[in-house]
């Protein structure tokens, strides 16, 4: 039963997770290239 939740957690998790962590990778580039750009 315990092998049968993880895969269910990943299951559940990793479509949940990925958005939010490519959100996040996205927001932080996004940070980045407008402070360049203030500097500049």
């Known amino acids: ?3 049968l ?3 269910v ?3 559940v998790i990793v ?3 990925a958005p939010i962590i490519v ?3 996205l927001h ?3 940070d980045r290239a407008k402070s360049e ?3 500049k």
């Open 23 to 25: 959100h996040l990778v």
């Open 9 to 11: 957690g990943d299951y």
């Open 28 to 30: 932080q580039t996004s």
């Open 15 to 17: 479509p949940i997770l």
């Open 5 to 7: 939740w993880t895969w």
């Open 37 to 39: 750009r203030t500097k």
């Open 1 to 3: 039963m315990e092998q």
